[in-house]
Every structure is written in C-alpha cells, then in structure tokens.
C-alpha cells in the first residue's frame, strides 16, 4: 500500500516566522511529488511540484526533496495569515496514475 | 478559460436517493479523476479515466459508476445513496502527474 504520512497539526507560527511542512513516502520508486494548499471549505491548488533532489524555491516557498530519505518537505518563509490553510503532500505512484495523498497538515499564522 | 466545473456545489438526498455529479473541463487534458474527501482520511480516488472512453476503478469505487461521455466530461452516479456516501467530491483533470481540481460537491445522504 504506497502511503505519505504528515503530521495533522495543527502547525501554528507567528506571522513573519518560517513554517515547516513535512512529509514521508513509501515508495521509494515515485519520481514527482507535489504540495498543494486547501483553504477550508475550499478545493485543493497547486502550490509546488518538484521533481529531482535539493530545494526548488518558488517566491516565499522552498520545496525539499531528499529521495534517499523518502522525504519532502515545504518552507514557507514570512508567513502571512494568509497562509493558514490545510497543506497537501502527494506523489504520483498510483497504479492509475493518480497522486497519492496524505492526509495534510494544518497551518495556523498568527497575526 | 474556468478550468474544472463542478455541479452541483451542494446535494441533499434522501438514503435510496439516486443522483449524477457532472464535472466538465475546458483544459483539453486527456486524464480525470473522481475523488472523496473525508475528515481525518484525506483525498480518495473513487474513479479515474485515463483517456475518452475509458475508465477504471480507484481506491473506493462501490456504490459508484462513471461514464465519460467524451474529452470534456466525466460523470459519477450515485444508483442508491447511502449515509456513509456523505463527503465533498472533487473532480480533477490532468495533462501531466499534475492534477488540477474543482471547485468541489458537498453531498448529505439523510
């Protein structure tokens, strides 16, 4: 069963501090993996993708890719209030070529 | 260009109740896919369909049928609403492993 495991939270930062996501994956064969943020009551969107090892940055978030370690995770720096929402992870490795997801974290910012 | 619509935003059926979620997609991707999306279990694949005319079953398919009428659209039925099928439904397309979604249906079986 391919899995991604992430902490539920909820995660909760001071506004303009570093938010750190993580998240696990099982299959140690998945090429791409994903963050998505969902606002509440809201569908998921694409925040990052990333494909190959080290940080992919992308305005105020960093995407971390350590295959060996089956491990991905998302900074966000000078987190705004804006930014709390639910965060995705998910790899593509579904035998129907779809993403697998975790169950997501939950980031609070504090104003 | 509105992406993945979605209709209905909100369902209530009555358990017995039959109904089809309609989702169409203007990004002309050749893949789609029926998720559920359950507190405290994450997103789960009900259907997928890889290109028009094909589709296969995903993670939780029972209770469930699809049909894709052609490159745009992707239907889930519903024959007999059960309470254990309350959740909010996300259709998605893609191109790539990239998936993108809409905007979500919340439905209540009473």
């Known amino acids: 069963q391919k899995e991604v495991e992430q902490n539920s939270g909820p995660l909760s930062v001071p506004e303009g501090a570093i938010a750190s996501l993580n998240c696990t994956y099982s299959?140690?064969?998945?090429?791409?993996f994903f963050w998505y943020r969902q606002y509440s009551g809201k569908s998921p969107e694409l925040i990052m993708f990333?494909?190959?090892?080290g940080d992919k940055e992308d305005g105020r978030f960093t995407a971390q890719l350590n295959k060996a370690s089956q491990y991905v995770s998302l900074l966000i720096r000078d987190s705004q209030p804006s930014d709390s929402a639910t965060y995705l992870c998910?790899?593509?490795?579904?035998?129907?070529?779809?993403?697998?997801f975790g169950k997501g974290t939950k980031l609070s910012v504090k104003p | 260009n509105a992406g993945v619509t979605q209709t209905p935003k909100f369902q209530v059926l009555k358990t017995g109740q039959s109904m089809t979620l309609q989702c169409a997609q203007d990004?002309?991707?050749?893949?789609m896919y029926w998720y559920r999306q359950d507190p405290g279990m994450g997103l789960r694949l009900i259907y997928y369909?890889?290109?028009?005319?094909?589709?296969d079953k995903g993670e939780v398919p029972n209770g469930y049928n699809v049909s894709r009428l052609n490159k745009r659209e992707f239907s889930l039925r519903l024959e007999s609403a059960a309470p254990s099928q309350t959740s909010v439904y996300f259709c998605?397309?893609?191109?790539?492993?990239?998936?993108?979604f809409g905007p979500g249906t919340r439905l209540t079986v009473t």
């Open positions: 299959d140690r064969g998945s090429q791409s």
């Open positions: 990333i494909y190959s090892n």
């Open positions: 369909s890889a290109s028009e005319g094909t589709t």
């Open positions: 998605a397309s893609s191109e790539d492993p990239t998936q993108y």
């Open positions: 990004m002309n991707h050749n893949s």
């Open positions: 998910a790899f593509y490795g579904g035998s129907q070529g779809n993403l697998i």
